[in-house]
Structures are given as C-alpha cells and as structure tokens.
C-alpha cells in the first residue's frame, strides 16, 4: 500500500509518497514546469527515478510516463466513452493496462487483461489531495505510481479549462 499526499504550504504541487509504515520512499516536484506540464519523482537522496510529462500536440489529454529515463507508458485519455473517464496505459509491448471507475471522485481501479492490479481511493481519506493506492504484486509501483500523477494533472487540467470557459462566459 502507498499513500500519495500532497504537501501542504508547498508553492506548486509537491506531493510525497509514503508506504503503508509512514516512512518516505518519493518525493514528486510539481514546480519543475510552472504550466503543470512535468512533475519528477525523486528518491530520498533527491535522484530523479522517473517522470511524467503532458504531451502537447495530441487529440486528447496525453502524458508520458519515464522511468529510469526510458520510456515506460503513455497515459491516453479514451476519446469516446459515456457516463465515465477511461484512460489507457499504454506500456511498451502488448499488456496495456486501462484506468476505470468514479475518476473524478478517485475511486477507480488500474487492470491488465481485465484483472485489477491496483486500486486507488481517496474514499477514506479526510486530508484534500491524498490517495490511497494498493498495487498488487509484480507490478511496478512508479508505473502506477506515474498514471495516478497523470490523471490528477490531466484532470486538474480539465477543471481549470472549464473555469476558464466559465469566467468567459459570465463576461
């Protein structure tokens, strides 16, 4: 189990991850782009270990996830899907993992081959910007670690385009 929290008092979203003892593995820098466009992962020492950054000519919301500075996935937004959010994770190779349930309220679950992998929630959690993440066995955790970084950008992202489109319009 991992817990993603996001520092408070922090200039930029700096986030820390923790494992299910408290004791910090990451340290996630949101401040590298001031346009949330790339957030680095670091290890306790302060050594990048990966990545994610939004593309930004793509059809739809895009992020890159690297890794040891190799690319491991591309996060995807699915463009047609009705009543939810689905984003594919797209790893080189043929077992690409898809993102789905209530993503807006971060209730959602991570599969490969229809079989769950991790599961993020933030369903019992009081403190804003913190996410329970479970990750099975096997799996690489800055892998999914990565995608729950890249839908909270791609979602914030959205919300501010719409407050955007709201202010437009009250004008």
């Known amino acids: 189990m991992y817990v993603i929290r996001e520092k408070f008092f922090s200039i ?8 299910e003892h ?3 593995l ?10 949330r466009d ?14 994610v950054h939004r593309h930004l000519v793509a059809l739809r919301p895009t992020y890159e996830i690297k890794i040891g500075g190799e ?14 959010d689905k984003f594919t994770i797209d790893v080189p190779g043929p077992d690409d993992l898809e993102m789905k349930g209530n993503l807006l309220d971060h209730e959602y679950v991570i599969e490969l081959g229809g079989e769950e992998v991790a599961a ?17 066995a096997g799996v690489e955790p800055l892998l999914i670690i990565g995608s ?7 979602l914030e992202r959205e919300e501010k385009k719409k407050e955007e489109k709201e202010k437009k319009n009250e004008d």
């Open 22 to 24: 408290g004791t910090k």
């Open 38 to 51: 790339k957030v680095v992962i670091e290890d306790p020492s302060g050594e990048e270990v990966a990545s």
């Open 26 to 35: 990451y340290r996630v820098d949101g401040k590298v782009f001031s346009v």
């Open 148 to 154: 729950v970084l890249a839908l909270d950008l791609a």
């Open 12 to 19: 930029g979203d700096d986030f820390d991850v923790l494992d």
């Open 120 to 136: 993020v929630s933030k369903r019992w959690l009081t403190i804003r910007d913190t996410y329970a993440v479970q990750i099975s």
């Open 71 to 84: 690319t491991a996935a591309e996060v995807r937004k699915k463009l047609f899907t009705p009543f939810r």
